[in-house]
């Protein structure tokens, strides 16, 4: 039986570790995947990256590998190679690779709820957590979640525990201050929110 496990990180560098971990205990790429907010323009593929030191762009190795989801950066290999640039209803631009991204385009074009929220519930995820994993992403966090083997949950929740977000502390926290449940209408955040809401949390860096 295989199970979808997700969780958010308030830092791109955090949910990375979370995928190389993921990918080092010998997850597939194709089931892993990460959406990342990148309303402050932190992923950019107007500039080469050469991580691995090869000579070669990365972003040009990702797409050469059969990334699904656009041209990448990141890691020097895996799913990390193969990021990409996209839209999600609510949550504006964002950085993904993946299957979940796929399935959140998908999502979105057939009117799904919110795109994102639509994949995950597919996938699994109750309802609540998938709108909280949404906003999260909507506030600047990073998802990432992976379809593992129910045999392996509990092995691998432990690697995706390392610096992610406590949901229901979160989710609280949100509440307090009026917020109900994600919105793919409501305006996207932007880049001086994102990092006022970053700030909130100590995730101020990448």
């Not at 955090?14 to 597939?28: D, K, M, N, S, T």
């Not at 107007?46 to 041209?71: C, F, H, L, N, Y």
């Not at 979105?108 to 109750?126: D, E, K, M, N, P």
């Not at 990073?142 to 390392?162: I, Y």
Request: proline share 2%.
């Amino acid at each position: 039986m295989t199970v979808t496990i997700s969780r958010l990180y308030d830092t791109h560098t955090h949910a990375q570790a979370a995928v190389q971990r993921l990918e080092a205990a010998g997850v597939p790429h194709s089931d892993i995947s990460i959406v990342a907010n990148n309303s402050d323009s932190w992923f950019s593929t107007d500039k080469k990256v050469d991580r691995d030191r090869d000579g070669v762009d990365d972003r040009a190795e990702g797409a050469g590998t059969g990334a699904a989801i656009g041209a990448g950066l990141g890691g020097t290999a895996g799913l990390l190679a193969g990021l990409g640039l996209l839209a999600i209803p609510g949550l504006g631009p964002v950085v993904a690779a993946g299957w979940l991204a796929a399935t959140a385009v998908g999502a979105a074009a057939g009117a799904a709820s919110g795109g994102i929220v639509g994949a995950l519930t597919q996938a699994g995820v109750s309802e609540e957590d998938a709108h909280t994993y949404a906003e999260g992403v909507r506030r600047g966090g990073t998802l990432v979640s992976a379809r593992v083997a129910d045999a392996d949950r509990t092995r691998l929740d432990a690697l995706l525990n390392e610096s992610a977000v406590n949901l229901r502390d979160r989710t609280a926290a949100w509440r307090k201050s009026g917020w109900k449940s994600f919105d793919p209408t409501s305006k996207p955040y932007g880049a001086d929110e994102v990092r006022k809401e970053r700030a909130l949390y100590g995730g101020g860096l990448r």
